[in-house]
């Protein structure tokens, strides 16, 4: 049986990965961020489950070595703002290995905190010990969004200006590694998705637009490393617009990931909210 280790983040997406390599006859052993990973259910699925530190790969490393282990992938959602708070490092303190490669980011600041960059650092450490890094999706590719409306209601025209105003200013913000969500209202720009990640952008277009009538949309990077940071929408996003009066969400085709899909156009139906997905 082939091994394969999964780092999760925060959301179910890890899950369904994880229930899809063990279908496939893989050998999960899987490391859930502390904070993050939903740990009862991957401790299901998993034939071995290991709270990690957002903070400590290190021990990651170790371990798939141990094991004769040379594949990885890595999931879900980071709370990287968690490290740019007070004493931020110290309650997250890495060990030394990811002290050593990432000090350049945090410490002498030589180099930038993009998640690209912080990405490929991180691949950088794992290939120093023969350690492939993977693409999630190419064991679930059947939870990219394919194009078309996927709801029963459907964007006006002007809807559509907005959104290709939308999908415009959202590829310039993944040009500069910032962020993948901008939330429009009439053709206005309400808020941009940064470090704080889109729900809540979501929710603060919500706070400044009470009015509700809110469009989202979420592109990938122009130059998208599906292997990491893959946009992703599942319902505690939906149910989150949903509060503040969302109506159109807008993702691109075939590098978005919609998890639990079903009960996402169930529930957008029901809330009238229109979901497209768009070349």
Same mark, same amino acid.
């Given at each position: 049986?082939?091994?394969?280790?999964l780092?999760?983040?925060?959301?179910?997406?890890?899950?369904?990965?994880?229930q899809?390599?063990?279908?496939?006859g893989?050998?999960?052993?899987?490391? /859930?961020?502390?904070?993050?990973?939903?740990?009862?259910?991957?401790?299901?699925?998993?034939?071995?489950?290991?709270?990690?530190?957002?903070?400590?790969?290190?021990?990651?490393?170790?371990?798939?070595?141990?094991?004769?282990?040379?594949?990885?992938?890595?999931?879900?959602?980071?709370?990287?703002?968690?490290?740019?708070?007070?004493?931020?490092?110290?309650?997250?303190?890495?060990d030394?290995?990811?002290?050593?490669?990432?000090?350049?980011?945090?410490?002498?600041r030589?180099?930038?905190c993009?998640?690209?960059?912080l990405m490929?650092?991180?691949?950088?450490?794992?290939?120093?010990?023969g350690?492939?890094?993977?693409?999630?999706?190419?064991?679930?590719?059947?939870?990219?969004?394919?194009?078309?409306?996927?709801?029963?209601?459907?964007?006006?025209?002007?809807?559509?200006?907005?959104i290709?105003?939308?999908q415009?200013?959202?590829?310039e913000? /993944?040009?500069?590694d910032?962020?993948?969500s901008?939330?429009?209202?009439?053709?206005?720009?309400?808020?941009?998705?940064?470090?704080? /990640?889109?729900d809540?952008?979501?929710?603060?277009?919500?706070?400044?637009?009470?009015?509700?009538?809110?469009i989202?949309?979420?592109?990938?990077?122009?130059?998208?490393?599906?292997?990491?940071?893959v946009?992703?929408?599942?319902?505690?996003?939906?149910?989150?617009?949903?509060?503040?009066?969302?109506r159109?969400i807008?993702?691109?085709a075939e590098?978005?990931?919609?998890?639990?899909?079903?009960?996402?156009?169930?529930?957008?139906?029901?809330?009238?909210?229109?979901?497209?997905?768009?070349?």
């Amino acid at each position: 049986m082939r091994k394969i280790c999964l780092v999760a983040g925060w959301g179910r997406y890890p899950v369904y990965v994880a229930q899809a390599l063990t279908k496939q006859g893989y050998e999960v052993h899987c490391f /859930g961020v502390v904070n993050h990973a939903f740990a009862a259910e991957l401790r299901a699925v998993c034939r071995a489950y290991y709270p990690v530190g957002m903070c400590r790969p290190g021990k990651i490393v170790r371990y798939m070595r141990r094991h004769g282990i040379t594949d990885f992938i890595t999931l879900g959602k980071y709370y990287k703002w968690k490290l740019f708070q007070n004493f931020g490092l110290i309650y997250n303190f890495p060990d030394l290995l990811t002290l050593r490669m990432f000090a350049g980011h945090f410490l002498t600041r030589k180099q930038d905190c993009k998640d690209d960059s912080l990405m490929t650092t991180l691949e950088k450490m794992f290939a120093r010990f023969g350690l492939r890094l993977g693409c999630p999706t190419d064991f679930v590719p059947e939870l990219l969004a394919g194009e078309g409306v996927l709801t029963k209601a459907t964007p006006s025209e002007s809807d559509w200006e907005t959104i290709r105003y939308g999908q415009s200013v959202a590829r310039e913000l /993944g040009r500069f590694d910032v962020g993948q969500s901008v939330v429009l209202a009439q053709g206005t720009v309400v808020a941009l998705e940064a470090l704080e /990640g889109t729900d809540a952008c979501i929710e603060r277009a919500g706070k400044l637009c009470t009015a509700g009538n809110l469009i989202l949309v979420k592109m990938a990077k122009p130059n998208q490393d599906m292997r990491f940071d893959v946009p992703t929408i599942g319902m505690t996003t939906l149910e989150h617009f949903a509060q503040v009066g969302g109506r159109v969400i807008a993702v691109e085709a075939e590098r978005t990931i919609l998890v639990d899909q079903p009960e996402m156009i169930a529930f957008a139906n029901q809330r009238r909210i229109a979901i497209v997905v768009i070349k």
